[in-house]
């Protein structure tokens, strides 16, 4: 009877384990800021782990931070794509997964690589944009647009030790991702600079309105990401 009873269950499990879920509840997708425009994920994939089937529901961002060789398979379909399909996400590439055109979207994807996949993701709360206006950072030092949609600019900025960006300011809400971590100061006029000492996948959320450059002050490169939302 116990042998039948664990049969029976074994079936069961499996469904359970490979019912669909939510993005921001799937394996290795953890929750770790959340305000009323975005929730943001820590994205955290160990080597022969998977994160299960999760439903990409509305329009988010991904920020790759450590590259990994990862297989992935559409919900339903007995095909895997091929490692490295894709690329194998190199740090600092920022892609935008559109829901609003092209619909939810439900996948696993396994790492088969010998490293982590490490990114950072952030899901957009808001179905439509908010109709805010974003900054237009073009010909500003040290900034360069990597991403302009219905929902979100966004640019990348790389600095060697010494070296400072122009002064900008941000008119529409958003954040900033770290690739590459050190130490900076953050230069706002009026105010004395302010040093900063963040880490890779280290974010800081901005609100619009603030005047600001930064400078790299430490001896190692920083990279980031700064997003507007619209």
Sequence with gaps: MFVLACALAQPAAAQVEDK???????????????????????????????????????????????PASQTNQNYGSSEVSAPGTGGDGEPGRATFTDVTKNGPRTHK????????????????????????????????????????????????VA????????????????????V???????????????????YEGDFIWQDAGRTRAV???GTTLIEFVEFELK
């Design 20 to 66: 669909p879920v939510p993005m921001d509840k799937a394996p290795f997708h953890i929750p770790v800021f959340s305000n009323d425009y975005l929730i943001l994920l820590n994205v955290n994939i160990p080597p022969g782990r998977n994160t299960g089937y999760h439903i990409h529901y509305a329009d988010s961002v991904s920020v790759n931070l450590t």
């Design 109 to 156: 994807a396994t790492n088969v690589g010998p490293t982590p996949f490490h990114n950072i993701s952030f899901i957009l709360k808001n179905r439509a944009p908010a109709g805010t206006t974003v900054s237009d950072r073009s010909g500003v030092k040290g900034y360069t647009q990597i991403m302009d949609n219905a929902r979100l600019r966004a640019w990348r």
């Design 180 to 198: 590459h971590g050190g130490v900076l100061a953050e230069m706002v006029p009026g105010s004395a600079d302010r040093g900063m000492a963040p």
């Design 159 to 178: 600095l060697k030790p010494g070296e400072a960006t122009g002064q900008i300011t941000q008119t529409a809400p958003g954040l900033r991702v770290y």
């Design 215 to 217: 400078k790299n002050t």
